[in-house]
């Protein structure tokens, strides 16, 4: 408490020529695999969707192609939107994003019947009580066995630029229901990295677009890192594995947030559509690199859960509001100003809800006041 420790590193025994050491024992190298194989990845996803019922079409690659984009890896993602969304993807004709949700029922029919690991992540503007999400980022991973949530065999965990991932615009009812069966299946286990402003959003966003989703099988893979953010995770990762990333810091959020204003206007950019699903790639590097502390991602599951919980049974986000309050006094700037923001979007939100603290919950009620 009194004192700081610096210079101070850990070894766990990380042996091989390969170690990189840090607070994480590194895994054992699997062999390197090709950034991206789009042909790979189409056969897989067409498969997996036939396999969960959905009827084979002859053009059913050439569409997937028409709305699809590549990661800074080359990974192809398919854009799903019912308007142009990304910069350069054309919109779908209202047939044709009938065929992708019909194509999308089998496969995720598939990954529920195989019990796969997906990895989630969200994007859109000041993210929780108040905010609003415009995309999910979504892909299959390979790196964590979703029945023990040990980190997978060496061998049987290819990257995942070996699977067509999702950038799904959130927006619209197919698009919605999409996230909606993915986040609540208990089959399908979600992978994500730091997850209580994403799923606030997902269960409490009222405007512009309601969503009411409330996920279940979820771990926060950042709980069984000592609750590291990504960044300095990522310091902890060999370079050669993060190789042709961009630096995280691409968009300039605060600006735009401190006077209320979007960061990621639409249709999105192509670099603002690579910067949401890159955090996929980076995700999936820590876990297929790392091993949690624990040796597997067991407790951050059941800390996760507890996490779940706590979110759904505090609906006005009072846990979420004191400690904003707490973080507003220790900035300072442009910084200080959007946590103002972040604060009076989350108090607006409850009038708009019409929630409130319980009756006789004093403690709430001050709480809203000194936010006011």
Same mark, same amino acid.
Not at 33 to 44: E, F, K, S, Y
Not at 210 to 231: E, S, T
């Given at each position: 408490?009194? #004192? $700081?420790?610096?210079? +101070? @590193?850990?070894?766990?025994?990380?042996?091989?020529?390969?170690?990189?050491?840090?607070?994480?024992?590194?895994?054992?190298? *699997?062999?390197?695999?090709?950034?991206?194989?789009?042909? /790979?990845?189409?056969?897989?996803?067409?498969?997996?969707?036939?396999?969960?019922?959905?009827?084979?079409?002859?053009? *059913?690659? =050439?569409?997937?192609?028409?709305?699809? #984009? $590549?990661?800074s890896l080359g990974c192809p993602f398919l854009?799903?939107?019912?308007?142009? #969304?990304?910069?350069? +993807?054309?919109?779908?004709?209202?047939?044709?994003?009938?065929?992708?949700?019909?194509?999308?029922?089998?496969?995720?029919?598939?990954?529920e019947s195989r019990g796969s690991a997906v990895l989630a992540d969200f994007e859109g503007e000041m993210g929780g009580h108040g905010g609003v999400l415009t995309t999910a980022q979504l892909q299959v991973t390979h790196a964590v066995d979703s029945g023990s949530l040990a980190p997978a065999a060496a061998a049987g965990r290819p990257s995942a630029c070996h699977e067509l991932g999702l950038l799904v615009h959130l927006e619209g009812d197919g698009c919605i229901g999409v996230v909606r069966r993915i986040m609540e299946s208990p089959q399908i286990m979600k992978l994500m990295w730091g997850v209580t402003r994403d799923c606030e959003s997902l269960m409490y966003q009222h405007r512009p677009v309601q969503l009411g989703v409330m996920p279940r099988a979820i771990v926060d893979a950042k709980l069984a890192f000592l609750d590291l953010g990504m960044a300095r995770m990522l310091e902890h990762v060999p370079p050669k594995h993060l190789e042709g990333l961009p630096q $995280?810091?691409?968009?300039?959020?605060?600006?735009?947030h401190a006077v209320n204003r979007e960061a990621l206007p639409l249709p999105l950019s192509l670099v603002a559509a690579r910067? /949401? +699903?890159? *955090?996929?790639?980076?995700?999936?590097?820590?876990?297929?690199?790392?091993l949690p502390?624990?040796?597997?991602?067991?407790?951050?599951?059941?800390?996760?859960?507890?996490?779940?919980?706590?979110?759904? @049974?505090?609906?006005?986000g009072l846990?979420?509001?004191r400690q904003e309050l707490h973080w507003l006094e220790r900035? =300072?700037?442009?910084?200080?100003?959007?946590?103002? +923001?972040?604060?009076?979007?989350?108090?607006?939100?409850?009038g708009l809800r019409q929630v409130?603290?319980?009756?006789? *919950?004093?403690?709430?009620?001050?709480?809203?006041?000194?936010?006011?």
């Amino acid at each position: 408490g009194r #004192f $700081k420790a610096i210079n +101070v @590193s850990e070894n766990l025994g990380c042996p091989g020529p390969d170690c990189f050491g840090g607070l994480f024992e590194d895994l054992p190298a *699997d062999t390197p695999a090709p950034r991206a194989d789009i042909g /790979a990845a189409l056969t897989t996803f067409l498969e997996t969707a036939v396999g969960g019922g959905s009827l084979a079409s002859e053009g *059913d690659r =050439e569409l997937l192609e028409r709305f699809m #984009f $590549k990661s800074s890896l080359g990974c192809p993602f398919l854009v799903l939107s019912g308007r142009e #969304f990304v910069e350069g +993807v054309p919109a779908a004709a209202k047939g044709d994003l009938a065929r992708l949700l019909a194509i999308l029922a089998g496969f995720l029919a598939g990954c529920e019947s195989r019990g796969s690991a997906v990895l989630a992540d969200f994007e859109g503007e000041m993210g929780g009580h108040g905010g609003v999400l415009t995309t999910a980022q979504l892909q299959v991973t390979h790196a964590v066995d979703s029945g023990s949530l040990a980190p997978a065999a060496a061998a049987g965990r290819p990257s995942a630029c070996h699977e067509l991932g999702l950038l799904v615009h959130l927006e619209g009812d197919g698009c919605i229901g999409v996230v909606r069966r993915i986040m609540e299946s208990p089959q399908i286990m979600k992978l994500m990295w730091g997850v209580t402003r994403d799923c606030e959003s997902l269960m409490y966003q009222h405007r512009p677009v309601q969503l009411g989703v409330m996920p279940r099988a979820i771990v926060d893979a950042k709980l069984a890192f000592l609750d590291l953010g990504m960044a300095r995770m990522l310091e902890h990762v060999p370079p050669k594995h993060l190789e042709g990333l961009p630096q $995280k810091e691409q968009i300039d959020f605060d600006s735009a947030h401190a006077v209320n204003r979007e960061a990621l206007p639409l249709p999105l950019s192509l670099v603002a559509a690579r910067y /949401a +699903v890159d *955090d996929l790639h980076r995700i999936d590097a820590i876990l297929h690199r790392k091993l949690p502390r624990s040796g597997s991602y067991a407790e951050a599951r059941a800390a996760s859960d507890v996490l779940l919980t706590r979110l759904r @049974s505090d609906p006005c986000g009072l846990g979420s509001l004191r400690q904003e309050l707490h973080w507003l006094e220790r900035r =300072e700037g442009v910084k200080r100003t959007v946590k103002a +923001v972040e604060i009076m979007r989350h108090v607006l939100s409850l009038g708009l809800r019409q929630v409130a603290p319980c009756e006789g *919950d004093s403690d709430g009620q001050a709480l809203l006041e000194q936010a006011e």
